[in-house]
């Protein structure tokens, strides 16, 4: 969990986020052992920031990964841990439900860490299941 949170600190660090001033960091880790990471990318035309967890997931599945979602991490620059906006819990979930995993979301703070389920922050999720 602490190497994936920093990877996850590591990477906000090069969030593109001159307009919020909030930079984000997420952190995938699979099955295989394998690290992604992603940072918020954000745009003069506000609306059309991309968020950390979404670049994450955006960069695994644009590489060919499909499922082995074990565990993520968010890391932010508020004091309180961050945990995933609604957009990028259905994200997220897409991709873990592609290996039928029930990932570990690690939400990290300053001092304090949060860790629930993703079925924890998206119940009753619609899925690729849900289109059959
Ligand atoms: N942000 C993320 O990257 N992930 C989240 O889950 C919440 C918010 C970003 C979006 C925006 O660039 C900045 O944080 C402030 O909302």
Same mark, same amino acid.
């Given at each position: 969990?602490?190497?994936?949170?920093?990877?996850?600190?590591?990477?906000?660090? +090069?969030?593109?986020?001159?307009?919020?001033?909030?930079?984000?960091?997420?952190?995938?880790?699979?099955?295989? #052992?394998?690290?992604?990471?992603?940072?918020?990318?954000?745009?003069?035309?506000?609306?059309?920031?991309? /968020?950390?967890? +979404?670049?994450?997931?955006?960069?695994?599945?644009?590489? #060919?990964?499909?499922?082995?979602?074990?565990?993520?991490?968010?890391? #932010?620059?508020?004091?309180?841990?961050?945990?995933? /906006?609604?957009? /990028?819990?259905?994200?997220?979930?897409?991709?873990?439900?592609?290996?039928?995993?029930?990932?570990?979301?690690? /939400?990290?703070?300053?001092?304090?860490?949060?860790?629930?389920?993703?079925?924890?922050?998206?119940?009753?999720?619609?899925?690729?299941?849900?289109?059959?």
């Amino acid at each position: 969990m602490d190497d994936l949170i920093s990877a996850a600190r590591e990477a906000g660090s +090069t969030a593109y986020a001159p307009y919020s001033n909030f930079q984000v960091g997420a952190a995938l880790l699979f099955a295989d #052992g394998s690290v992604v990471t992603g940072a918020n990318v954000e745009n003069a035309s506000y609306g059309l920031g991309l /968020c950390a967890e +979404t670049v994450a997931v955006a960069k695994a599945m644009s590489s #060919g990964t499909r499922g082995g979602l074990e565990a993520v991490a968010v890391t #932010g620059p508020a004091h309180d841990p961050i945990t995933p /906006c609604g957009r /990028c819990r259905q994200v997220l979930n897409e991709l873990a439900a592609l290996g039928g995993t029930d990932p570990d979301v690690h /939400c990290a703070g300053a001092d304090e860490v949060i860790t629930v389920k993703l079925s924890q922050l998206l119940p009753m999720a619609f899925g690729p299941d849900s289109l059959v």
